[in-house]
């Protein structure tokens, strides 16, 4: 079993909807969780971290359920710009390791 | 301030051929990370450097990769020989180590083509 699974998607959404999507985690000793984003052809950069008690960046909201071992991201109100591919990262307390998931696909058409 | 820089940006070989991959980190990060992306899938680690010392290299192929980071600066990765799966895009990053803010930042990539 993968350390982390994401639903690949794709994901494909008028202007303005509402997306959202989860990842989940196999290894119960993850500490810390992540949102990056991927555009076509491009580097991984940071979306925002996830708290426990979940956290928002303007239209994205993340949230974490340790319980079930998933962490979720929601996008509102989507812009053409936010088509990329969403990466799931997760690591461990006192691992530099980080684990990222396949990642999650969001086409947002006009 | 200048990114994470790497070169090649591509690159494309035949198999049983060798090939090299640089890394500059950003100024002040003491550590380095090679990542392996494969289509369609999430980067794998393959080395992580601690200023000039490998910490973890569990996940690097060792019969055909090589890594350094002489000095605790640039790094360069080398694969020989060559094999077909090796086809992916290989990406450095950096960042003042994980305690700081989880974030790494990654470079352009190197896209390595294996004929």
């Known amino acids: 079993r993968k350390e982390v699974e994401q639903d690949p998607g794709p994901f494909n959404v008028p202007e303005g909807a509402t997306v959202a999507f989860n990842c989940t985690y196999s290894?119960?000793?993850?500490?810390?969780f992540f949102w990056y984003r991927q555009d076509c052809r491009k580097e991984p950069k940071l979306l925002m971290s996830?708290?426990?008690s979940g956290n928002e960046d303007g239209r994205f909201t993340a949230q974490l359920n340790r319980a079930s071992q998933y962490i979720s991201l929601l996008i509102r109100d989507s812009k053409l710009s936010d088509s990329a591919t969403y990466l799931c990262?997760?690591?461990?307390?006192?691992?530099?390791?980080?684990?990222f998931g396949a990642g999650t696909t969001v086409t947002v058409r006009a | 301030e200048a990114g994470v820089v790497q070169s090649p940006r591509y690159k494309i070989i035949e198999k049983k051929q060798p090939v090299a991959f640089w890394c500059n980190p950003i100024?002040?990060?003491?550590?380095l990370y090679w990542y392996r992306q494969n289509l369609g899938q999430g980067p794998e680690l393959l080395i992580r450097?601690?200023?000039?010392?490998?910490?973890?290299d569990s996940q690097l192929p060792k019969d055909r990769f090589s890594a350094e980071r002489l000095k605790g600066v640039d790094s360069t990765l080398k694969i020989q020989p060559a094999e077909l799966g090796d086809s992916a895009v290989y990406l450095c990053?950096?960042?003042?180590?994980?305690?700081?803010?989880?974030?790494?930042?990654f470079g352009e990539g190197s896209r390595l083509t294996v004929l």
């Open positions: 990262v997760v690591n461990r307390v006192n691992d530099y390791k980080l684990s």
């Open positions: 290894n119960s000793a993850s500490q810390s």
């Open positions: 996830v708290y426990s």
């Open positions: 100024s002040g990060h003491n550590t």
């Open positions: 450097y601690e200023n000039e010392e490998a910490v973890d």
């Open positions: 990053a950096s960042n003042q180590g994980l305690a700081r803010t989880g974030e790494l930042f």
